[in-house]
T-cell receptor
Framework: NAGVTQTPKFQVLKTGQSMTLQCAQDMNHNSMYWYRQDPGMGLRLIYYSASEGTTDKGEVPNGYNVSRLNKREFSLRLESAAPSQTSVYFC?????????????FGSGTRLTVV | QKEVEQNSGPLSVPEGAIASLNCTYSDRVSQSFFWYRQYSGKSPELIMSIYSNGDKEDGRFTAQLNKASQYVSLLIRDSQPSDSATYLC?????????????FGKGTKLSVKP
């Protein structure tokens, strides 16, 4: 039982480069989320998807795009990376589309933009 | 802007003591509350959820909720060095098409042997 799988685990990008962070869950959850975690700032929501085919902006969506490819997969894309996007990125999923039962998190992607 | 506030710590307690972690939230209509534990360099893991006023116990952990005071706490009894971690309080926010969690910045707990 893998839970939520994120790839890659580590990445270094140059300013202006693009990349896609991948996330997949095998728990048949409806809802998926992308958060970033920065020292002193806590976890902040970037985008979320209530169900396959729907996505919504969170607190800090600028500079990011998402795709809910199917029920299992939810990817996060940085089109033109900036040093301010250096962070740890967590994907999460939850049951029943309301987050009432809390999240299951992936192991995170540590991204550095130089 | 809905907010979840926690004392950043560090909170230091001796082994075997009770650790008390506190959290306040701004949205009066919030109904669901969660505590996550995050070890350094790892992802958050859910340890407690609470939805009703009062206490909820699970092993050495007790979550307490007071909706009138907009306050939720986590007590860890018989604290162990392995409990040393950052504890995140989270509140369910209903916005848009469904809910998502708003997290506090976390309280760092250190349990000294």
């Amino acid at each position: 039982n893998a839970g939520v799988t994120q790839t890659p685990k580590f990445q270094v990008l140059k300013t202006g480069q693009s990349m896609t962070l991948q996330c997949a869950q095998d728990m048949n959850h409806n809802s998926m989320y992308w958060y970033r975690q920065d020292p002193g700032m806590g976890l902040r929501l970037i985008y979320y998807s209530a169900s396959e085919g729907t996505t919504d902006k969170g607190e800090v969506p600028n500079g990011y795009n998402v795709s809910r490819l199917n029920k299992r997969e939810f990817s996060l894309r940085l089109e033109s990376a900036a040093p301010s996007q250096t962070s740890v990125y967590f994907c999460a999923s939850s049951e029943q589309g309301t987050a009432n039962y809390g999240y299951t998190f992936g192991s995170g992607t540590r991204l550095t933009v130089v | 802007q809905k907010e979840v506030e926690q004392n950043s710590g560090p909170l230091s307690v001796p082994e075997g003591a009770i650790a008390s972690l506190n959290c306040t939230y701004s949205d009066r209509v919030s109904q669901s509350f969660f505590w996550y534990r995050q070890y350094s360099g790892k992802s958050p893991e859910l340890i407690m959820s609470i939805y009703s006023n009062g206490d909820k116990e699970d092993g050495r952990f007790t979550a307490q909720l007071n909706k009138a005071s907009q306050y939720v706490s986590l007590l860890i009894r018989d604290s162990q060095p392995s409990d040393s971690a950052t504890y995140l309080c989270a509140v369910l926010n209903y916005g848009g098409s469904q809910g998502n969690l708003i997290f506090g910045k976390g309280t760092k707990l250190s349990v000294k042997p």
